[in-house]
T-cell receptor
Framework: GQNIDQPTEMTATEGAIVQINCTYQ??????LFWYQQHAGEAPTFLSY????GLEEKGRFSSFLSRSKGYSYLLLKELQMKDSASYLC?????????????FGQGTELSVKP | DTAVSQTPKYLVTQMGNDKSIKCEQNLGHDTMYWYKQDSKKFLKIMFSYNNKELIINETVPNRFSPKSPDKAHLNLHINSLELGDSAVYFCASSHSDPRENPHNEQFFGPGTRLTVL
């Protein structure tokens, strides 16, 4: 079966750095996505990792360790607009059409 | 605007009714999806079509029936609505078949908030 775990909520201060962790167990891993979802809005794509290591994109970086079933999203120089839910999602390989399995999301609150 | 659009944005209806949600994308994508996001914010895949062919059909009640008249449209029809169907339904699209291109990101529509009374 599939299992994706993320912390439910986190709080951080404007200007700081925050790391949101995601652990997963899945049969047939074929990549991991991070999405950002502001309240009442659609999820938007942040990053994709399929190989081990760090992918950096501006203030956001995402890390993957396939052997540990672990990823994190790192947000630097936090801004108030970064307050949102961050969704970790794993792409499955195989006969299920390459579906994405989402975690329940981490609600990040950025305080002044 | 190039985007994924859904109508209606809000839908309030009585138990037992039948309703439809429409989705259109003008991104030229081949693959479209329906997701359900419940009150706990879990986003769960329901269906996916690639070039009008059903490729993902999760365990959802058969009261839910997707229809893809062409690859730019994927509609969701729900019969005999129940209280538990209350949720936000998101349509999404991606450039090509995720089985062949797993790195393709999905673009989500604005969501339809369905409330069943």
């Amino acid at each position: 079966g599939q299992n994706i775990d993320q912390p439910t909520e986190m709080t951080a201060t404007e200007g700081a750095i925050v790391q949101i962790n995601c652990t997963y167990q899945t049969s047939g891993f074929n990549g991991l996505f991070w999405y950002q979802q502001h309240a009442g809005e659609a999820p938007t794509f942040l990053s994709y990792n399929v190989l081990d290591g760090l992918e950096e994109k501006g203030r956001f970086s995402s890390f993957l360790s396939r052997s540990k079933g672990y990823s994190y999203l790192l947000l630097k120089e936090l801004q108030m607009k970064d307050s949102a839910s961050y969704l970790c999602a794993v792409r499955e390989w195989g006969n299920q059409g390459g579906k994405l399995i989402f975690g329940q999301g981490t609600e990040l609150s950025v305080k002044p | 605007d190039t985007a994924v659009s859904q109508t209606p944005k809000y839908l309030v209806t009585q138990m037992g009714n039948d309703k439809s949600i429409k989705c259109e994308q003008n991104l030229g994508h081949d693959t479209m999806y329906w997701y359900k996001q419940d009150s706990k914010k879990f986003l769960k895949i329901m269906f996916s079509y690639n070039n009008k062919e059903l490729i993902i059909n999760e365990t959802v009640p058969n009261r839910f029936s997707p229809k893809s008249p062409d690859k730019a449209h994927l509609n969701l029809h729900i019969n005999s609505l129940e209280l538990g169907d209350s949720a936000v339904y998101f349509c999404a699209s991606s450039h090509s078949d995720p089985r062949e291109n797993p790195h393709n990101e999905q673009f989500f529509g604005p969501g339809t908030r369905l409330t069943v009374l």
